[in-house]
């Protein structure tokens, strides 16, 4: 399946790719999106991926509580678009 060109085009201009799933990261879109990249020889320059690493140790609650044990929450993912930006 193509990328849209949209995507292409930022990403051709940027170099940088942050991928934000509310999933475990092993068979995500992260992984699926990086292995599209690759086949089609277009690796970003910086790649991170932000995901659920286990679903049992989160436990139970709001979504809220879900994101912020995951790393999920609105500061977290602000840190790391400010990360991402840094380098």
Do not use: M
């Amino acid at each position: 399946e193509q990328l849209p060109d949209f995507f292409s085009s930022q990403l051709s201009s940027d170099g940088r790719l942050l991928v934000i799933e509310e999933h475990v990261r092993q068979g995500g879109a992260a992984s699926q999106l990086a292995t599209q990249l690759l086949l089609a020889d277009r690796a970003p320059r910086r790649f991170r991926s932000l995901a659920v690493e286990s679903l049992s140790s989160i436990g139970y609650g709001s979504q809220a509580y879900l994101r912020a044990r995951a790393g999920l929450d609105p500061d977290a993912l602000r840190h790391a678009v400010e990360r991402l930006c840094q380098e």
